[in-house]
């Protein structure tokens, strides 16, 4: 298995546009997290998904920001409109059962200029 | 709520020297803890699980459910230690973890 995947790995955009960042889940996992990192907060869960319903998104920040998993192997976080304060490092995290603990992708960095 | 405390946001040390990464928590229940690590621009991985009790890269950490910590220990640094460790508490039945604020590890020859 290839890990969790994310794309892109880098994100340079301007204040105001649209971002989506993207995610694939290790095959059989069948929970999903978004964490954002800065070095302010350090790790911040967002939003999780069990079974692709989500299940708390109280860590999303404000309303410019959702977040989608359609199917099992995919999922959207995205910021619309997107503004400086929200450039940060963006992970994605899949989990399946028993105690494995989380596996990280390599994260978007986001840069709103 | 469930909430993990790491002290020290930045830790140095020689090669040679113990370290150790210290860990508190609080959570109502039985918590599952982890140490994760990330190396400079790579992605978290995980390093360690008190379920499991093992050693990885000669770093160990004992569950003291009393004092409720969970700290990260090496007899010997290296400097390929050097990295961000995280400690992280969860144990609903999704698997959510909350993490740590992290601390840097710098290890100088």
């Known amino acids: 298995d290839a890990g969790v995947i994310q794309s892109p790995r880098h994100e340079v955009t301007e204040m105001g546009q649209e971002v989506t960042l993207r995610c694939k889940p290790i095959?059989?996992?069948?929970?999903l997290f978004w964490y954002r990192q800065t070095m302010m907060r350090g790790l911040e869960l967002l939003i999780y998904?069990?079974?692709?319903?989500?299940?708390?998104d109280s860590g999303m920040p404000e309303d410019r920001f959702s977040a989608k998993m359609p199917n099992a192997s995919f999922s959207t976080l995205k910021i619309q409109p997107s503004e400086p304060r929200d450039s940060a490092v963006y992970f994605c995290?899949?989990?399946?059962?028993?105690?494995?603990?989380?596996?990280f992708g390599s994260g978007t960095q986001l840069s709103v200029l | 709520a469930q909430r993990v405390t790491q002290p020290e946001k930045l830790l140095s040390v020689f090669k040679g020297a113990p370290v150790e990464l210290k860990c508190n928590y609080s959570?109502?229940?039985?918590?599952?803890l982890f140490w994760y690590v990330q190396y400079s621009r790579q992605r978290l991985q995980l390093l360690l699980r008190?379920?499991s009790r093992e050693s990885i890269k000669g770093f160990t950490a004992d569950l003291n459910k009393g004092e409720t910590s969970f700290h990260l220990k090496k007899p010997f640094a290296q400097e390929e230690d050097s990295a961000m460790y995280y400690c992280?508490?969860?144990?609903?039945?999704?698997?959510?973890?909350?993490f740590g604020q992290g601390t840097i590890l710098t290890v100088h020859p």
């Open positions: 995290a899949s989990r399946g059962q028993g105690a494995g603990g989380l596996f």
């Open positions: 095959s059989g996992h069948n929970s």
């Open positions: 998904f069990n079974n692709n319903v989500p299940i708390d």
């Open positions: 959570y109502s229940g039985s918590p599952e």
């Open positions: 008190h379920i």
């Open positions: 992280a508490v969860g144990g609903t039945s999704y698997g959510k973890l909350t």
